[in-house]
């Protein structure tokens, strides 16, 4: 509605995880240092935690992209309310393989076969899985096992955990120690500050196609930033409707009373 006002080529505040979009705060940047530190020097296991909404998933298809395609192959575990069996064939079919062996301990043969095969015409694996809070205890211990699969220089497979803040206290339990042992490179992505906001605000604006139109004034992002404890989800709706609040007073600058109105109808739709 108020993208050709504005004179935007597209909209800057939607909320689906576009690497494009990707502002790279400190506490951001330092994460996705840590993700590439970790593959790079074959770590094993790192684990990425952070709040809903606050670009995780966003950050982890940005350091898919930055990973080399002629050195690295890829498995992304999106849906993790799935059996052992069940994952074992999800990182087969994420690998390219077409025929699936079908019982559990078939299953981590074939892998162990695939991995090898790999890595000896140079290749590195790396296994993401998403929203890892919501892994069984057996998924993991099977996620761990597949970890002992090495040649004598190396393992096979390096494995990635991006979770809810749940997923530190899940990892903390008694009966995952061995797992826990393993994980070698640990990141938090952190909310983000007043100057960050002020920043990605102006970030996605001008990656829309924005030549100044609209402006937040200085109140407005205050606001924004108190409102929305720094997550960049929330910090998106609230612009979004601030922008159309601003838009229809058909005013260039989105002010405190624009986010007042963004707010009052956020509050409508979660209550």
């Given at each position: 509605?108020?993208?050709?006002?504005?004179?935007?080529?597209?909209?800057?505040?939607?909320?689906?995880?576009?690497?494009?979009?990707?502002?790279?705060?400190?506490?951001?940047?330092?994460?996705?240092?840590?993700?590439?530190?970790?593959?790079?020097?074959?770590?094993?296991?790192?684990?990425?935690?952070?709040?809903?909404?606050?670009?995780?998933?966003?950050?982890?298809?940005?350091?898919?992209?930055?990973?080399?395609?002629?050195?690295?192959?890829?498995?992304?575990?999106?849906?993790?309310?799935?059996?052992?069996?069940?994952?074992?064939?999800?990182?087969?079919?994420?690998?390219?393989?077409?025929?699936?062996?079908?019982?559990?301990?078939?299953?981590?043969?074939?892998?162990?076969?695939?991995?090898?095969?790999?890595?000896?015409?140079?290749?590195?694996?790396?296994?993401?899985?998403?929203?890892?809070?919501?892994?069984?205890?057996?998924?993991?211990?099977?996620?761990?096992?597949?970890?002992?699969?090495?040649?004598?220089?190396?393992?096979?497979?390096?494995?990635?955990?991006?979770?809810?803040?749940?997923?530190?206290?899940?990892?903390?339990?008694?009966?995952?120690?061995?797992?826990?042992?393993?994980?070698?490179?640990?990141?938090?992505?952190?909310?983000?500050?007043?100057?960050?906001?002020?920043?990605?605000?102006?970030?996605?604006?001008?990656?829309?196609?924005?030549?100044?139109?609209?402006?937040?004034?200085?109140?407005?992002?205050?606001?924004?930033?108190?409102?929305?404890?720094g997550i960049p989800r929330i910090i998106n709706n609230l612009c979004d409707k601030a922008v159309l609040a601003a838009y229809i007073r058909e005013s260039d600058d989105?002010?405190?009373?624009?986010?007042?109105?963004?707010?009052?109808?956020?509050?409508?739709?979660?209550?």
């Amino acid at each position: 509605m108020y993208q050709s006002f504005y004179g935007l080529r597209e909209l800057p505040f939607n909320i689906t995880p576009d690497p494009k979009f990707l502002y790279l705060s400190p506490t951001h940047q330092e994460a996705l240092q840590h993700l590439k530190y970790g593959v790079g020097e074959r770590k094993g296991f790192i684990v990425l935690v952070g709040e809903v909404g606050c670009g995780k998933t966003t950050l982890c298809r940005r350091f898919l992209n930055e990973l080399d395609p002629a050195r690295y192959d890829t498995a992304l575990i999106l849906n993790p309310r799935i059996t052992e069996t069940q994952m074992l064939k999800a990182i087969l079919t994420e690998l390219g393989e077409k025929k699936l062996a079908r019982s559990q301990a078939d299953l981590v043969a074939q892998i162990n076969r695939v991995l090898l095969e790999r890595i000896e015409h140079g290749r590195d694996i790396v296994l993401i899985i998403d929203e890892a809070q919501n892994l069984t205890f057996d998924v993991l211990e099977q996620v761990r096992l597949l970890s002992n699969l090495e040649t004598d220089k190396q393992k096979l497979l390096q494995t990635v955990l991006i979770g809810q803040p749940e997923l530190k206290e899940i990892l903390s339990r008694e009966e995952l120690r061995q797992l826990r042992q393993r994980i070698l490179v640990h990141c938090e992505l952190r909310p983000l500050t007043l100057a960050d906001v002020t920043h990605y605000v102006h970030h996605r604006l001008t990656l829309a196609g924005s030549g100044g139109r609209p402006a937040f004034t200085k109140w407005a992002l205050r606001a924004i930033h108190r409102h929305s404890g720094g997550i960049p989800r929330i910090i998106n709706n609230l612009c979004d409707k601030a922008v159309l609040a601003a838009y229809i007073r058909e005013s260039d600058d989105v002010t405190y009373w624009d986010v007042r109105r963004a707010l009052k109808d956020v509050r409508a739709l979660t209550h």
